[in-house]
């Protein structure tokens, strides 16, 4: 099984809502990350998850919280979000070790924030 | 300064040409390289990856690298109107697991 799934493909949400992306790997990988991408721009990083532990957070806002509850699974919990933090946001996974760590992207949950 | 940096396109080339992708990178002590597909509205597909100076085939796509003047590219052969998206040039740095995407080519093969 070589693919990253992700839970729900489309979320609709108002600001005061509380909901939550869910993100699934089965390749053994011991990276995890969350990006958020908005139209005809590059994905951005937001958290990286190493051995199940949180190693890089990229001053995301306090809204956005990620949890790594084991190593397959990763979840990005979502509360009073704004407008504009809708966007395509994608999970990847990659192997651990030196150098050569291939991201491999699920298909990605759009978020859209009434 | 961008970290990477890649023509935004459109880059537009007839069926069956050779399509060139090109891409630099600033971050000198930079490891790994990689190229994705990006179809509109779909999540980015891994297409190639080059670690070491030089060439690296994989069936139509070829993927060079040349650290010395931070420079890698991608060359698609036979481009066929399927290969039309968004390609995005991935560099990771000195850092250990964050990867820097460019702002991607947009690719349109006419037919």
């Known amino acids: 099984d070589t693919e990253v799934t992700q839970t729900p493909k489309h979320l609709v949400m108002g600001m005061t809502n509380k909901k939550s992306l869910k993100c699934e790997q089965h390749?053994?990988?011991?990276?995890m990350y969350w990006y958020k991408q908005k139209a005809k721009k590059p994905p951005e990083l937001m958290f990286v998850y190493s051995y199940e532990k949180l190693s890089i957070n990229e001053s995301v806002p306090s809204r956005f919280s990620p949890e790594c509850p084991n190593s397959s699974l990763l979840n990005l919990h979502l509360h009073a979000l704004q407008p504009e933090d809708s966007a395509l946001y994608l999970c990847?996974?990659?192997?651990?070790?030196?150098?050569?760590?291939?991201?491999?992207f699920g298909p990605g949950t759009r978020l859209t924030v009434l | 300064q961008k970290e990477v940096e890649q023509n935004s396109g459109p880059l537009s080339v007839p069926e069956g040409a050779i399509a060139s992708l090109n891409c630099t990178y600033s971050?000198?002590?930079?490891?790994?390289f990689f190229w994705y597909r990006q179809y509109s509205g779909k999540s980015p597909e891994l297409i190639m990856s080059i670690y070491s100076n030089g060439d690296k085939e994989d069936g139509r796509f070829t993927a060079q690298l040349n650290k010395a003047s931070q420079y890698v590219s991608l060359l698609i052969r036979d481009s066929q109107p399927s290969d039309s998206a968004t390609y995005l040039c991935?560099?990771?740095?000195?850092?250990?697991?964050?990867?820097?995407f460019g702002i991607g080519t947009k690719l349109q093969v006419i037919p």
């Open positions: 990847a996974s990659s192997k651990e070790g030196l150098g050569y760590n291939e991201q491999f």
């Open positions: 390749m053994g990988h011991r990276a």
């Open positions: 971050d000198r002590v930079s490891q790994s």
């Open positions: 991935a560099v990771r740095g000195g850092g250990y697991q964050k990867v820097t």
